[in-house]
């Protein structure tokens, strides 16, 4: 009997462990504000001249390595544990990044560059809506403990 008492204790403090780790997971919002802005300025980059495109697409690139860092930093999260709802919720994410950034381009050659910035508006509402469910789906998957 005393050894069914401490492993209910023992799986008692693990689910304790685990919601606890899981709380501390939540990246703070302007987190994601922040990767759905880079996303946003990515697809309206069509808009604007060469002279801005290229040096802004190494900006881009640059602030998306920051903010994975900070990223890590604040939520302590490796890829590892995210799990593949989550990664799937990413991938989706990336291709809708990419379509939206053909429709800019097409719209950018077709009517006005300013009609970029319309998908460019779409993209941050998709990057922003995939951040949150990446970082819930990926606090579901430690607080199991997958």
């Known amino acids: 009997m005393e050894s069914d008492s401490s492993a209910r204790d023992a799986l008692r403090d693990l689910e304790s462990d685990r919601a606890a780790l899981a709380g501390r997971l939540a990246a703070p919002p302007w987190l994601h504000a922040a ?4 996303a946003a300025w990515y697809v309206a ?20 390595v920051a903010l994975l860092w900070v990223h890590r930093r604040a939520t302590g999260i ?3 544990a995210v799990g593949p709802r989550a990664w799937g919720v990413f991938a989706v994410a990336c ?9 800019s381009l097409g719209l950018a050659a077709s009517l006005s560059p ?10 941050f509402g998709v990057v922003w809506w995939a951040n ?7 606090r579901e998957n430690v607080r199991r403990g997958n």
């Open 35 to 38: 990767f759905a802005l880079v």
């Open 45 to 64: 980059l069509p808009a604007f001249g060469e002279a801005v495109r290229r040096p802004a697409v190494w900006g881009l690139a640059f602030a998306v």
């Open 78 to 80: 490796r890829p590892r």
């Open 95 to 103: 291709v809708a990044v990419l379509v939206l950034l053909s429709v």
């Open 114 to 123: 300013w009609w970029a910035l319309v998908p460019a508006a779409v993209c």
């Open 132 to 138: 949150v469910a990446f970082e819930r789906l990926t």
